[in-house]
């Protein structure tokens, strides 16, 4: 059974704090991602990586940056938490380009819901 | 820039009739997969359906099917005979197959489903 894991489900931090999200897949996927997903906002992409060591800014990258070393783990960072970083942050990977018509389907991870007071 | 609409931010139906969640999307590619995602309450998101642009016959999985209109650039979801189960928020997503990797999810709808 595929699995994305994320490494807490809940977390509270407070402002000005270095925050680590962690994401790990089992699926041997190229692709991972991390979303932040807000009431009425939908899923809006952080950042997203096609490969180990390989990174690309997405929609929101302002206040977050990314690590991935190996690949299945991609961690999230929020080098100085805010308020408006409180949020439920979620982790997704999927197949790569190459093979020809991959379905491309996103595995999610349960999220993260951070609260930074 | 590609974009996804959900003009419906919560919809409600009563068990066993049928409802279709609208979806519309804006771009200038040719190819490209749509999805429909189901997240239901504290749990983890799930696909619905895919749907291939280049693919005229519109997907089925069981009770979900969709109605896929390429030249409106429409995508809905209709699901049959609902269950309390899917009560859930639904995300019509966009992905294209050249370039770059990236999704672009809508804002979601609400799905409530009537005893």
């Known amino acids: 059974d595929v699995k994305v894991t994320q490494s807490s489900r809940y977390l509270v931090k407070r402002t000005g704090e270095k925050v680590f999200l962690e994401c790990v897949q089992d699926m041997d996927h190229e692709n991972m991602f991390w979303y932040r997903q807000d009431p009425g906002l939908g899923l809006r992409l952080i950042y997203f990586?096609?490969?180990?060591?390989?990174?690309e800014k997405g929609d929101i990258p302002e206040g977050y940056s990314v690590s991935r070393e190996k690949k299945e783990r991609f961690s999230l960072i929020l080098e100085s938490a805010s308020t408006n970083q409180t949020s439920m942050y979620l982790c997704a990977s999927s197949t790569g380009t190459g093979t020809w018509r991959r379905n491309y389907e996103q595995y999610f991870g349960p999220g993260t819901r951070l609260t930074v007071t | 820039a590609q974009t996804v609409t959900q003009s419906q931010p919560e919809m409600s139906v009563q068990e066993a009739e049928t409802v279709t969640l609208s979806c519309t999307y804006d771009?200038?590619?040719?190819?490209?997969?749509l999805f429909w995602y189901k997240q239901p309450p504290s749990r983890q998101m799930i696909l619905v359906i895919r749907?291939?642009?280049?693919?005229?016959q519109n997907a089925t999985e069981n009770r979900f099917s969709v109605n896929f209109q390429k030249a409106a650039k429409s995508f809905s979801l209709k699901i049959s005979d609902s269950q309390l189960g899917d009560a859930a928020m639904y995300f019509c997503?966009?992905?294209?197959?050249?370039?770059?990797?990236?999704?672009?999810f809508g804002t979601g709808t609400r799905l409530k489903v009537l005893a």
């Open positions: 771009t200038s590619e040719s190819d490209y997969y």
């Open positions: 990586s096609y490969d180990v060591k390989m990174k």
């Open positions: 997503a966009y992905r294209y197959l050249s370039g770059t990797y990236k999704y672009i």
């Open positions: 749907q291939e642009a280049y693919k005229q």
